[in-house]
């Protein structure tokens, strides 16, 4: 789920495969886009409600598109006025879990269990790049730096890692972020990572010093 640019609008993507838009003021319902994803893997022995779900969703700086993720392993560009959606090529060997969108909205970044990230181009939609095996278990987020030099991902491994946007390089980590599965990561204007986990904390970090700044225990009783 996500809010629109101008705060004006909330842009939701399911499990039945709809993306839907409501106006925050109204509370109304004002825009759906049915059966986003469908029919694009095999599904020998698995329905289409298993492998259609929209597991993440993302939307541009100016708000004219929509960009989600889904377990039928596809990363799909939406137009909320024409409502036409067109796939990215070359998509992921497993569900997509985390996606981001530039700052220049000219790339989306997305992740996957297939423990890849891979770099889109939005106006060819086509994959201009991806790093393979950038953890070694499932990554659950991805993020970008607002001045579109870094991405951050975390993951299954308890680790946070950053590589330069521009080369796609290795810059660092922090291993051991949490003692259990990282599961969330937000990134602050002023370089703040934020970091959410299966071991009920929440941490913040310096993304330019890796060094921890906030550590925030047990805020929940379940899963952060």
Known sequence: MVFSPDGRFVISGSE????????????????LYQDIHQGNISRDKVSSYDVDKITCIALSSKGNFIVSGSEDKSVKLTDPETKKTEQFKSPHQSKVTSIAVSSDDKFVI?????????????????????????????????????????????????????????????????????????????????????SASADKCVKVFDLISRKPLFHFNYIHSGES
């Open 16 to 31: 039945d495969q709809h993306i839907k838009i409501f106006e925050v003021a109204s509370n109304a319902k004002v825009g």
């Open 110 to 194: 997305s992740a996957s269990e297939d423990k890849s990230i891979k770099i889109y181009n939005v106006e060819e939609k086509g994959r201009i790049d991806q790093i393979l095996d950038a953890h070694s278990d499932i990554i659950s987020s991805v993020v970008i730096s607002s001045n579109n030099k870094f991405i951050v991902t975390g993951s299954f491994d308890k680790s946070i890692k950053i590589f330069h946007f521009d080369t796609r390089a290795f810059a660092d980590q922090i291993l051991n972020a949490h003692n259990q599965q990282i599961t969330c990561i937000k990134l602050t204007s002023d370089n703040k990572i934020i």
